[in-house]
């Protein structure tokens, strides 16, 4: 907590204070950020205890600004598993947003589609997950300050912001497909094998974060919902490499839409 507490007041005496709405943006999303009015980029590096992002395509800054009459506190970047850090260290930003005051929580990715009715560029709203990483956010002792030793995980995904996001899907002519997501540990993309298993399991999409960050907002009662763009399809009779350039390609060029929803659905929360 103390370490929390100074990141906090490290923001505060930057001027970020009051915060509506937290987003993270996933590998190869950044558009949102262009449609901000950005007070204030705050580089990771320079706020006490936080991460900082090691991996391409996550640019390793807190942008705080507004989008309407919304004061909106975005990661441009996030932190993942297999970078070596620890999930409670991974949670560390979505802790401190809500010591911030944040009242909404919104996640992308992009993932790979377990349901090949999904195809390359596609929305999908997580619905509900499958926790595949080793451990949890909530291990070891419990910070009360923050919430509960057993936190319910019923409805993970706040069904207030999941129905914004359909209404304002609708509205704007985007499709948007919803799903269950499987969190693995990466950085190695699965076999064979593992994608015929993540389909028996009950998975339509699969990537390597968000979970994480969504039992750490459940734990403080902060509602979240999480929308991931489908870069690559995983059928496993027709399995072919991965290019991550291509992967990227493809995030870039849904990015515009999604941003586009968040935003307009930003203004709208309540």
């Known amino acids: ?4 507490e100074k990141a906090k007041a490290y923001l505060v005496s930057q001027g970020v204070t009051n915060v509506d709405t937290g987003v993270v943006l996933g590998t190869g999303l950044h558009h949102l ?10 580089p990771y590096s320079s706020i006490p205890h936080f991460p900082v992002s090691t991996v391409a ?19 441009q970047g996030r932190f993942h598993a297999y970078e070596g850090y620890s999930l409670q260290q991974i949670v560390f930003p979505i802790r401190v947003m809500k010591l911030l005051g944040t009242k909404h929580l919104l996640l992308s990715n992009a993932a790979g589609g377990i349901n090949l009715t999904y195809k390359k560029g596609d929305l999908v ?21 923050l919430g509960g030793r057993f936190p319910d995980m019923s409805e993970p995904y706040s069904k207030y912001i999941c129905q914004a996001l359909k209404t304002k899907a609708t509205a704007l002519g985007i499709k948007l497909s919803d799903g269950v997501y499987a969190a693995v540990n990466g950085p190695n993309l699965e ?12 998975t339509d999409l699969v990537g390597m974060s968000t979970v994480p960050e969504v039992i750490a907002a459940n734990h403080m009662q902060l509602p ?3 929308i991931s763009v ?23 060029k849904a990015d515009k839409k999604l941003s586009l929803l968040f935003y307009e659905t930003i203004k709208e929360l309540k």
């Open 230 to 252: 489908i870069t690559d399809e995983c059928d496993p009779d027709n399995l072919k490499p991965v290019n991550i350039a291509e992967i990227i390609e493809v995030a870039g």
């Open 1 to 4: 907590m103390e370490e929390l």
């Open 57 to 75: 395509f996550h640019e390793g800054n807190l942008i705080y600004g507004n989008i309407g009459n919304k004061k909106v506190l975005v990661m």
């Open 224 to 226: 979240c919902a999480a």
């Open 125 to 145: 709203l997580i619905g509900d997950h499958i926790n595949l990483q080793n451990g949890n956010p909530l291990s070891g002792k419990n910070l009360d300050e």
């Open 33 to 42: 950020v262009n449609l901000m009015d950005i007070v204030h980029t705050i």
């Open 191 to 202: 076999t064979k094998a593992e994608y015929r298993y993540l389909k028996i399991i009950g």
